[in-house]
């Protein structure tokens, strides 16, 4: 059945899926996983501050965001995101903003919802003697975030983390419906223009799958490691 | 530049001739939610042996678990969709690919059974994490009993196991109804394909965006109130979620 | 002190000046002069007119004919240096992605249509096509009325699924329509059998047809699902200067004889990445809109 395979469709693509396709999905997996923490971190404070509208406005945030399906977060950003640099920036009219950026804006506000959850339940792991210690020692709620629950939560949360960015790497094979020429764009762009599917969407899948399973290999590892410090 | 709201739109008449654009949004949201009851049935049935299949003493049927976890886990659902939609029938004997090609609703049935098998993995992943949980006394007690495995499961273990995950299922079926989206790469105007349908006849993007966000915040909505009532239901008093 | 304070009012003396000066640009023209960029969006399949080459770079007449309004735009803003940055576009977003200020120019295959002209501008008419299908011979498809019941591809996004829904409607066909992607997209589906036609523009159809593994398996119906519509490279809309420079420069293109040349490059010459020649002559409404340049979305007025 694999008589009529032309292999070399795949070979002879190589250059383009990894170097232009590949780049683009790690970059924009990275860079969405970095900011996503940085906002999530920042979501998951406001919601565990104890200010209630604070709490509340990023709640609702939350929510929201992990009530809409992705694709639909993908197509709101890539059509909303100058709009909202227009309206930041106070220009007169959208400003004009790139594939990439667009993309990574929309990866990094959706993946900081699921983020700031893991975050909320890594730092509510923690017993609420700590914190109380902390202020009886004259630690101000930022000092106790910073020095005492925070770096004891992120190792918790560390493999839950890890494991959302992997997911977060497969997720962005969804820019596939922007026509961004991410891995999976690139090689659906090779599949059509020569009329090999069958070979070009089996390849993705092998690489899709040989990299998540050695990170998720790699997450296991780390949280055996993990478990035995505490 | 501003952008042009016209609210009204939604009761414009559409292309497809049989209303206006608001009909065409709900025939979007009503094969959404088709399409993710049935893979959701796919997804209990299939999960619930998988996961079965991972608690059991037996080491093959654990490891055929585990390879069938690592398959459906690390491949992205778009490519999964894809897999089924454009690369099955042709790896098929012709007649049969044709078959299968040409059967109506083919977007239907392929996005009901990949994001079923799917969302399998992460039912038979919590499920195991349920039983796992469940005191080992449990089962002891079933074997003591006299009850064969299948019977310990039967009437013991999947039980009290279910009601032990019903809140992760909840989510986990809310994922289910949003991964149905995905399908629309493979041709299925679900509500987010509506939404796009619309936005491209109409020019409306943002109208027709919120809409269909609108439509998904009610649609979870429902699904938690439902769940928080069955949790209610099957509750065991003194136990877990029970008050 | 006193010389950093002078300094600071030179540059504020400066930075007015040099903003007098790009006061009087406006829109489009203003945010290029500014960023030294601009945009051009292009098309994955849409052969001949923006596709991907096998170094996957965007070329195609539709292509050509915006390197020569960014060639008139540098000269208009006396600027030494333009870059270029392209962004991919398909059918479905295209038109937001103008709106919303991610692309300047729009080079393809699009319909300029009175519909769209509320959210669009377009510039001169470079091409003209009607909508169409394409079935496989041995499924023996003569009309669109032949269509019916059956699954039928057509690209989300363009006319020409818009045409195909409202016929399906008005004449009760009953046709399950797939939207596809991109165009390559409808046109698999009928190579692999998942749909018995596809409808789009008749130039792409041709294309696709004669790139196919088996060119002869084709038909493109004589039945049509419109007139010949006019192709146009998409601007912003209420953007009168920009449009100003773009409508001069392919005027120009097209009145000088040079647009002639580079139809003939992409529509009579082999062209990449397979070396196909479309053996498409210039069809004598394009010649007559070549020689007196029009923006008008009425297909009548190209007769």
Redesign the interface.
């Known amino acids: 059945m694999f008589s009529n395979f032309d292999f070399d469709v795949i070979r002879r693509s190589l250059p383009y899926l990894f170097l232009d396709g590949m780049t683009f999905t790690l970059t924009l997996t990275a860079l969405s996983a970095v900011g996503g923490l940085v906002f999530g971190t920042a979501l998951a404070l406001m919601r565990l501050s104890g200010f209630k509208l604070l709490g509340r406005i990023a709640g609702l945030y939350v929510d929201l965001m992990r009530s809409l399906p992705l694709v639909l977060v993908i197509f709101w950003f890539y059509f909303l995101v100058p709009y909202i640099g227009q309206w930041l920036t106070g220009a007169s009219r959208p400003i004009r903003v790139g594939a990439f950026t667009s993309s990574l804006v929309t990866f990094i506000m959706f993946e900081a919802a699921y983020f700031s959850e893991i975050m909320r339940a890594g730092i509510q792991s923690i017993s609420k003697g700590q914190p109380a210690a902390a202020s009886a020692l004259g630690l101000t709620y930022s000092q106790s975030m910073r020095y005492i629950v925070l770096p004891q939560a992120f190792r918790n949360m560390l493999p839950v983390l890890l494991t959302q960015t992997i997911v977060l790497f497969q997720d962005t094979s969804l820019v596939y419906v922007l026509s961004i020429p991410d891995f999976l764009g690139a090689a659906s762009k090779v599949a059509q223009r020569d009329g090999r599917l069958v070979e070009m969407y089996l390849f993705a899948a092998a690489v899709y799958f040989v990299i998540s399973s050695l990170a998720s290999y790699g997450v296991r590892r780390l949280q055996a490691r993990i478990a035995i410090v505490r | 530049?501003k952008?042009n709201w016209n609210w009204h739109i939604f009761f414009e008449p559409s292309?497809?001739?049989?209303g206006n654009y608001l009909d065409m949004l709900l025939s979007g949201l009503v094969l959404t939610i088709e399409t993710a009851l049935l893979a959701w049935i796919i997804a209990l049935v299939i999960g619930t042996i998988v996961g079965v299949m991972r608690t059991l003493p037996s080491k093959t049927a654990s490891a055929i678990g585990f390879c069938y976890v690592?398959?459906f886990?690390?491949?992205?659902?778009?490519?999964?969709l894809?897999?089924w939609f454009?690369?099955l029938?042709?790896?098929l004997p012709r007649s049969a690919g044709?078959w299968l090609?040409?059967m109506?609703?083919?977007?239907f049935w392929t996005a009901s059974i990949g994001v079923g098998l799917f969302m399998s993995v992460r039912v038979a992943e919590q499920l195991r994490a349920g039983i796992g949980s469940l005191p080992r006394g449990q089962k002891m007690a079933a074997t003591a009993l006299g009850l064969t495995t299948t019977q310990a499961y039967r009437y013991v273990l999947l039980p009290i196991a279910f009601r032990v995950i019903l809140p992760p299922l909840t989510s986990e079926f809310?994922s289910t109804?949003?991964?149905?989206?995905?399908a629309?790469?493979i041709?299925l105007?679900e509500l987010?394909?509506q939404?796009?349908?619309m936005?491209?006849?109409s020019?409306q993007?943002?109208e027709a965006?919120t809409a269909?966000?609108v439509l998904?915040?009610l649609i979870?909505l429902v699904v938690v109130i439902g769940m928080r009532l069955l949790e209610r239901q099957v509750a065991i008093p003194g136990y877990i979620s029970g008050k | 002190m006193r010389h950093w304070r002078m300094i600071a009012c030179t540059l504020a003396i400066a930075g007015c000046a040099g903003q007098a000066g790009a006061q009087e640009l406006t829109g489009t023209l203003k945010n290029i002069k500014e960023t030294g960029a601009i945009t051009l969006g292009y098309r994955e399949s849409s052969t001949p007119f923006s596709y991907l080459d096998d170094g996957q770079k965007p070329v195609g007449y539709a292509m050509d004919i915006c390197y020569k309004i960014v060639d008139a735009v540098k000269k208009e803003l006396k600027l030494d240096k333009l870059e270029v940055k392209l962004n991919p576009v398909s059918s479905s977003a295209r038109i937001p992605l103008m709106a919303n200020g991610t692309i300047d120019l729009e080079c393809g295959s699009t319909t300029n249509n009175a519909d769209r002209l509320k959210q669009v501008a377009f510039t001169n008419t470079h091409f003209l096509t009607a909508t169409r299908f394409v079935s496989k011979k041995s499924s023996k498809l003569g009309s669109i009325d032949d269509l019916k019941g059956k699954p039928v591809a057509s690209t989300s996004g363009t006319t020409n699924i818009k045409q195909l829904t409202e016929t399906n409607a008005a004449r009760n066909l009953g046709i399950n329509i797939i939207p596809a992607k991109e165009h390559a997209e409808s046109f698999l589906l009928v190579e692999t059998d998942r749909a018995v036609a596809a409808v789009l523009d008749d130039i792409l159809l041709a294309s696709f047809v004669a790139g196919s593994k088996d060119p002869d398996a084709y038909v493109i119906s004589s039945d049509a699902f419109s007139k010949p519509e006019p192709y146009g490279i998409m601007l912003r809309k209420d953007d009168p200067a920009f449009k100003k420079v773009v409508d001069a420069a392919t005027a120009a293109l097209y009145t000088s004889g040079e647009g002639q040349k580079v139809y003939d490059k992409w529509f009579l010459q082999k062209i990449p990445p397979k070396g196909l020649n479309l053996n498409v002559p210039i069809g004598a409404e394009l010649k007559n809109t070549f020689e007196k340049p029009s923006d008008s979305p009425d297909p009548d007025s190209y007769k």
Not at chain 2, 177 to 182: C, P
């Open positions: 530049m952008y292309p497809n001739g049989t690592e398959f886990r690390n491949i992205p659902l778009l490519v999964q894809f897999l454009f690369v029938p042709e790896l044709l090609k040409q109506p609703n083919a977007p809310l109804i949003k991964n149905t989206s995905v629309i790469t041709g105007i987010t394909g939404a796009r349908a936005q491209e006849f020019f993007v943002f965006f269909a966000t998904y915040l979870n």
